[in-house]
């Protein structure tokens, strides 16, 4: 798969309905044909790769991820959570397994969210939290439409969004972090998803030359944003261990050497797997920003542009994923999600959990994104065994 769409510094570039992402597409579906299964495809373009069960009015088990990477993503992001449902699948082919309940390989169309915002867009609509006509209305950098890409590169299909019916959902997924790497560990039991704020903060003082304006004169909107980024990282330290706080998207106007900017727009990033935490955080940086705001006399504005309720994962899909872990004796540990993952969608629907397997320095979205080939191998074991032991083998 890394084939296509391949990145600049060894990681992949397979954007959401771009030729690459089709292309991908394409050999996924080869793969599953090759495996006997048949693909339905939604009007959203999620890909359904259907394994039958031996009772055909059982809910099938689903399991996958999405295919989609970053500009600058690397190889495993999803795509490790897909080929390794596939993996299930082709090994139940190769043992004679038979299940009650027929299983489904599925790919999410448009997990990262890199090219038409937001990110987890098809598995929203999916589980009712958007729109069909809205997500189909995203635009890219470019100006073009979700859906008129999601036609051009032949993946739309005709069945209806959100009508499938799901006895459970396993994704699995590299961690995206350093936690099981440092300390040694085999599997994450995900348990929990972190709640999520994404705050576009405008700041607006004065621009003014930096050489004769003096310092108590001065409406420093590049100072407030400063104070600001402070603020969210004492905030988030106060509410460890899960808590997580940052600024990453920064622009400041007019952006010149010897200007005191006199405009500042910048998005906080706040986390944690406890509403009641998430809430108070907010609140705390809305008091602070509007507080550093009076002291230097700049105006602000705060906007929610992004926004999740923590995540609970279903009690008994998560202890299918231990008990598997377990039984198969690799180490493992309960973990939260830090990042957002369609199975916080799809958990508001059917019953859901996650496996989690190291990555190396819990580095992702980054080309140099590596895992081992001993840790993909104990993610897809446990994944096998928690998927068969839901969809119940028979005979």
């Not at 990145?7 to 050999?27: F, H, P, V, W, Y």
């Not at 599925?106 to 598995?123: C, H, I, K, Q, Y």
């Not at 996650?354 to 446990?382: Q, R, Y």
């Amino acid at each position: 798969m890394a084939k296509i769409g391949p990145g600049i510094a060894g990681g992949s570039n397979r954007q959401t309905l771009t030729d690459e992402d089709g292309e991908g597409r394409k050999l996924f579906q080869s793969w599953c044909e090759a495996a006997g299964l048949s693909m339905g495809l939604d009007t959203m373009g999620n890909m359904f790769a259907r394994r039958e069960g031996t009772d055909p009015e059982a809910l099938p088990v689903y399991v996958g991820s999405h295919l989609d990477t970053q500009p600058t993503g690397g190889k495993y992001d999803g795509v490790l959570g897909v080929l390794s449902g596939l993996e299930v699948v082709r090994t139940l082919n190769d043992l004679g397994i038979r299940t009650k309940h027929p299983i489904v390989v599925v790919n999410w169309t448009n997990e990262e969210g890199a090219r038409f915002a937001p990110a987890m867009l098809a598995s929203g609509v999916f589980a009712g939290l958007h729109e069909e006509a809205w997500a189909k209305d995203r635009t890219d950098a470019k100006g073009k439409r979700f859906g008129d890409e999601l036609k051009r590169i032949g993946w739309e299909g005709e069945e209806p969004v959100g009508g499938r019916k799901m006895k459970a959902f396993f994704e699995y997924h590299i961690e995206q972090g350093p936690i099981l790497e440092d300390e040694g560990i085999d599997i994450g039991v995900v348990t929990h998803g972190q709640g999520l704020k994404w705050l576009q903060v405008t700041l607006t003082g004065k621009e003014s030359h930096t050489g004769s304006t003096p310092m108590y004169k001065r409406r420093n909107a590049g100072l407030g944003m400063a104070r600001i980024i402070e603020l969210v990282h004492e905030v988030a330290m106060d509410e460890q261990p899960d808590a997580v706080g940052s600024v990453g998207h920064v622009e400041i106007y007019p952006n010149s050497r010897n200007i005191i900017p006199g405009r500042a727009v910048f998005t906080i990033d706040i986390r944690s797997p406890d509403k009641d935490i998430l809430d108070r955080m907010e609140e705390r940086i809305e008091d602070g920003i509007d507080t550093i705001c009076e002291a230097l006399d700049i105006e602000f504005d705060i906007e929610e542009v992004g926004q999740f309720d923590p995540v609970t994962f279903d009690p008994a899909c998560v202890a299918a994923v231990r008990s598997a872990a377990e039984s198969l004796g690799y180490t493992h540990r309960d973990i939260v999600s830090g990042a957002g993952h369609d199975a916080c969608w799809i958990n508001r629907v059917a019953p859901t959990a996650m496996i989690f397997c190291p990555c190396v320095d819990g580095l992702s979205h980054n080309e140099a994104e590596a895992i081992s080939k001993d840790w993909a191998k104990a993610g897809a074991d446990v994944l096998l065994r928690a998927v068969v032991e839901t969809a119940e083998i028979v005979g």
